[in-house]
């Protein structure tokens, strides 16, 4: 058990539908980060937040994709109009240090047909 | 901006073997080097980490790396795996002391048959 939680863990939608995933950090981690992968590649950051600040968006954030952080603690990443290139593993890292020592959640899998 | 680099894509070893996975980093500054570990089924875990000092830096399940700066490289190493250390390792960097998020490189794929 890592601490941080992510919810669903596996979402499938149709092309042009909106999703949004949820992330619960572990306790007093003040430093939040959502991450892209697919298959056969590492990791990609899409954004950052420091408590409810979001400080660092990524070029892979498009206008389609939101993330909220509303009270320092949860986090969402919504996507809004689906398109297959979305389909991916959506990990949440958090961390309280800022040495980046990431402890990643199991992750929500994206399917969109 | 940083990137890293994975030498190897996928990596075929018989148990006992020694391993010996590259990465390479781009960045002009001081950096943060990691690896994570990632065991078919579960989320990624960090094997080891270097900040500074001893370039020599050991982990979890007798892992190490070696930081060489002149080469900007970060190999992990292991004299003898095991079957359980099937699994995914990515190669992660990020400025030190920037607070930015960690740069990962795209993995490689270790497989050991016992």
């Known amino acids: 058990d890592t601490g941080v939680s992510q919810d669903p863990r596996h979402k499938i939608t149709k092309r042009g539908q909106n999703v949004t995933f949820r992330c619960d950090p572990i306790?007093?981690?003040?430093?939040l980060y959502w991450y892209r992968q697919t298959l056969g590649q590492g990791p990609e950051f899409l954004t950052y937040?420091?408590?409810?600040?979001?400080?660092?968006k990524s070029r892979l954030l498009s206008d389609r994709f939101s993330a909220e952080r509303p009270k320092g603690s949860f986090s969402t990443l919504e996507i809004q109009r689906t398109e297959q290139g979305d389909s991916a593993m959506y990990l949440c890292a958090t961390t309280v240090k800022g040495d980046g020592e990431l402890f990643f959640g199991e992750g929500s899998r994206l399917t969109v047909l | 901006a940083q990137s890293v680099s994975q030498h190897n894509h996928h990596v075929i070893l018989s148990e006992a073997a020694s391993l010996e996975l590259g990465c390479n980093y781009s960045y002009g500054g001081t950096v943060n080097l990691f690896w994570y570990v990632q065991y078919p089924g579960q989320h990624l875990q960090l094997l080891l980490k270097?900040?500074?000092?001893?370039?020599l830096v050991k982990g979890i399940k007798g892992f190490e790396a070696e930081f060489i700066k002149s080469k900007f490289s970060f190999n992990l190493r292991k004299p003898s795996v095991q079957w359980s250390d099937t699994a995914e390792y990515f190669c992660?960097?990020?400025?030190?002391?920037?607070?930015?998020?960690?740069?990962f490189g795209k993995g490689t794929t270790l497989s050991v048959s016992s």
């Open positions: 306790s007093e981690h003040n430093r």
């Open positions: 992660a960097v990020n400025a030190w002391q920037a607070g930015t998020a960690l740069i």
């Open positions: 270097y900040f500074s000092g001893d370039p």
């Open positions: 937040f420091q408590n409810e600040a979001q400080l660092e």
